[in-house]
T-cell receptor
Framework: EAQVTQNPRYLITVTGKKLTVTCSQN?????MSWYRQDPGLGLRQIYY???????DKGDVPEGYKVSRKEKRNFPLILESPSPNQTSLYFC????????????FGPGTRLTVT | QKEVEQNSGPLSVPEGAIASLNCTYS??????FFWYRQYSGKSPELIMF????GDKEDGRFTAQLNKASQYVSLLIRDSQPSDSATYLC?????????????FGTGTLLAVQP
């Protein structure tokens, strides 16, 4: 089954404790991205990757890191999480950057206390 | 001014009625327009896309685009309770510097049985 998976689905952590949210897709997509979704602000792009070893900042990259060492994986790293990073996070992928259909993962609800 | 604007709703319609969801965008260079549906607690899924002025129909869904007015809409005919969800409008300018999807904050649709 074609899908984007994320882990963990739910995470409660404390300020400053490094964490990684994994994202994996099995569709051989070139383009992957991370979004955060907050009430009243909608979906905002954090980082994106056009292919292996090619990543770039989205609209709200501060406090996040990413890497793309393999085509299927695109982890999101929070080196020192803060409460303002409490949000719902979605990973998405598409065949190419210009592809109109993005496939979203199930989401990760992160709470930083 | 937000790049993509939607009325947050809720838009309440009776079962069987036509639901009309509206979206305006600020970038005149925008070329592609998408409607995603997001059920509560779930990830967005693409339901319609439109590139050219006019109407595009797919089953009970019709997308309408008016580039001169910078306006895109989604009509849902014969609305069903299962259509109750948040509908996200998204816009992309492939020739722009960022070349990414910009999402609106979504309109919550509630279909009353």
């Amino acid at each position: 089954e074609a899908q984007v998976t994320q882990n963990p689905r739910y995470l409660i952590t404390v300020t400053g404790k490094k964490l990684t949210v994994t994202c994996s897709q099995n569709m051989n997509h070139e383009y992957m991205s991370w979004y955060r979704q907050d009430p009243g602000l909608g979906l905002r792009q954090i980082y994106y990757s056009m292919n292996v070893e090619v990543t770039d900042k989205g609209d709200v990259p501060e406090g996040y890191k990413v890497s793309r060492k393999e085509k299927r994986n695109f982890p999101l790293i929070l080196e020192s999480p803060s409460p303002n990073q409490t949000s719902l996070y979605f990973c998405a992928s598409s065949l190419r950057r210009s592809s109109y259909e993005q496939y979203f993962g199930p989401g990760t609800r992160l709470t930083v206390t | 001014q937000k790049e993509v604007e939607q009325n947050s709703g809720p838009l309440s319609v009776p079962e069987g009625a036509i639901a009309s969801l509206n979206c305006t965008y600020s970038d005149r260079g925008s070329q592609s327009f998408f409607w995603y549906r997001q059920y509560s607690g779930k990830s967005p899924e693409l339901i319609m896309f439109i590139y050219s002025n006019g109407d595009k129909e797919d089953g009970r869904f019709t997308a309408q685009l008016n580039k001169a007015s910078q306006y895109v809409s989604l009509l849902i005919r014969d609305s069903q309770p299962s259509d109750s969800a948040t509908y996200l409008c998204a816009v992309v300018n492939y020739g722009g510097a960022t070349n990414k999807l910009i999402f609106g904050t979504g309109t919550l649709l509630a279909v009353q049985p």
